[in-house]
C-alpha cells in the first residue's frame, strides 16, 4: 500500500527525545524554548511561541485580538474544521467566501464584499500549503483597519514573493501566524503548534493565555535560588508543548530544508507525468508562490465519479484522500446560511484528490500511482 503521507522520523529524533526524558524535565522547557528560538530565525519572525497544536495556536491568536461575541471572522469554508471551530469557540461568527479554483485559496476579490461593521478579523488559510494571495489579502484588511491571522498550518517552509523578496510564511506577513505540527504536515512533533508574530505585545500575552495566565512560568521558579510566589493574571489555558515534542521539532527543523526540496522535486515530476492528461486539472502554483506541496491536489473531470476513482486506487494499493472538507456543509455550520456563494469551494471537495507525497517516496511507486490515475481517466 502506498500511504498518502509518512512522516520521515529517524535516529535524531529518538535520540533527542530520548535525552530528555533521561533529562528530568519534560514538560514545556528549555527545549521549547530553544525550538521557538530555531523556528523564528528559520520563518524570520521576531516571536515564536510554542503551544499544544494549530487548533489551540489559532484559538489564541483570536483570544489575544480580543475576538469575541458578536464578532465576525472572515474565513474560507474550504479548510479543515479547526479554521471554523475556533471561531465559533469564541462566541464569533465565522463569514465563509469561495476559494479561487486554481490555489484551492481565499478568492481576495470577493474579500471586500464579506467585510461588515462587525468583521474582527480574518484567517487566511495557506491551504496545503500554497500561500495564499497575502499581498492582495492584506491590502483590503489594512484599508479595513481588520487584524490578519494566517492558517498556516500546512504551510511550514512554503514562501511567497513579497515586494520582490522570497520570503518565508510565518514571517508574518499579517498580524500572527499558526503553525501545526501534526504527522500530517511537513515536520511533526506528534501533536505540536507554533504562533509567530512581530507584536511583542501579543506574544506576551499569547505566553501568558497558554500556561493558566502564569506571571512566572514554572521553569523559572525551578531555577530560582529565591523564592517566587507567582500570580494568575488573566484566565489561561493549558496549551503547553512538551520538551521531548520540542526536541523532536528541533530536528525536524534541521531537516525542513532537505525535505522540501524533496517535496518540491516529487510535486514537479508529478506534472511531468500527469501533465498531458485530458480532463485532469494539475494543481497551480503562482510565479510569486513556492509551496511545500504539503499536499499534492488534482481535479478529476466531472464526469468521473470521485469516490469510485478513490476506491479503484485503493484496490490498487494507492492512498488518497478527497478534496479539502467544506465547514458549511457539516452539521454544527448546517443553516449558517452562506449570504456568499461556495460554489468554488464545494467543486473542490467533490471533484478533487489528494495523491500520495512524502520525501521518502520512491520514484517507481510514483510512477505507478501516475499509471493508475491515467488508467482512471482512460475509463
Ligand atoms: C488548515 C488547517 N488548520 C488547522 C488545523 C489544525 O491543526 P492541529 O491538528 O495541529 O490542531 C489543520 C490540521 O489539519 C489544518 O489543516
Redo the contacts with the bound molecule.
Keep these: 500500500m502506498i500511504p498518502i503521507a509518512a512522516p520521515l522520523l529517524a535516529d535524531a529524533e529518538a535520540d533527542a527525545a530520548r535525552a530528555v526524558v533521561l533529562s528530568g524535565w519534560v514538560s514545556q522547557g528549555p527545549q521549547v524554548a530553544a525550538f521557538e528560538h530555531e523556528f523564528a530565525a528559520l520563518v524570520g519572525a521576531p516571536h515564536a511561541c510554542a503551544v499544544a497544536?494549530?487548533?489551540?495556536?489559532?484559538q489564541l491568536a483570536l483570544t489575544a485580538l480580543g475576538v469575541g461575541r458578536g464578532d465576525e471572522v472572515i474565513t474560507v469554508s474550504h479548510?479543515?474544521i479547526?479554521?471554523a471551530n475556533v471561531i465559533r469557540h469564541q462566541g464569533a461568527t465565522p463569514v465563509f467566501v469561495d476559494i479561487e479554483p486554481e490555489t484551492y485559496n481565499l478568492d481576495c476579490a470577493r474579500l471586500a464584499d464579506a467585510i461588515t461593521e462587525r468583521t474582527r478579523a480574518i484567517i487566511a488559510?495557506h491551504?496545503m500549503g500554497m500561500p495564499c494571495d497575502m499581498l492582495a489579502l492584506m491590502a483590503v484588511a489594512r484599508r479595513h483597519g481588520i487584524a490578519v491571522i494566517e492558517?498556516a498550518?500546512?504551510a511550514a517552509g512554503s514562501q511567497i514573493r513579497m515586494n520582490g523578496q522570497w520570503e518565508a510564511i510565518g514571517k508574518p506577513h499579517g498580524d500572527i501566524a499558526?503553525f501545526?505540527?501534526?504527522p500530517?504536515?511537513v515536520i511533526t512533533t506528534g501533536?505540536?503548534?507554533m504562533l509567530t508574530t512581530a507584536d511583542a505585545e501579543l506574544d506576551r500575552k499569547f505566553r501568558l493565555l497558554r500556561q493558566h495566565g502564569m506571571s512566572v512560568p514554572d521553569i523559572v521558579r525551578h531555577g530560582s535560588q529565591s523564592v517566587i510566589f507567582e500570580e494568575y493574571v488573566i484566565i489561561g489555558y493549558n496549551f503547553r508543548m512538551t520538551d521531548m515534542q520540542a526536541a523532536i521539532g528541533r530536528k525536524q527543523l534541521e531537516r525542513l530544508p532537505q525535505l522540501i526540496a524533496r517535496r518540491r522535486a516529487l510535486a514537479a515530476r508529478y506534472a511531468e507525468l500527469l501533465g498531458n492528461i485530458e480532463g485532469l486539472r494539475l494543481p497551480f502554483e503562482p510565479d510569486w508562490a513556492r509551496s511545500n506541496w504539503q499536499s499534492y491536489c488534482v481535479r478529476l473531470p466531472d464526469r468521473l465519479d470521485q469516490r469510485t476513482t478513490m476506491q479503484s486506487l485503493l484496490d490498487q494499493g494507492i492512498a488518497t484522500r478527497r478534496g479539502i472538507m467544506c465547514s458549511h456543509r457539516e452539521p454544527p455550520y448546517a443553516g449558517t446560511d452562506p449570504s456568499h456563494d461556495l460554489r468554488q469551494s464545494e467543486l473542490a471537495q467533490d471533484h478533487a484528490i489528494l495523491l500520495p507525497l512524502y520525501a521518502q517516496m520512491d520514484l517507481a511507486d510514483q510512477e505507478r500511482i501516475a499509471d493508475a490515475v491515467k488508467g482512471e481517466l482512460a475509463r
Design positions: 497544536n494549530c487548533t489551540t495556536a489559532l479548510s479543515f479547526a479554521t488559510v491551504q492558517d498550518a500546512c499558526c501545526s505540527f501534526h500530517r504536515k501533536e505540536g503548534g
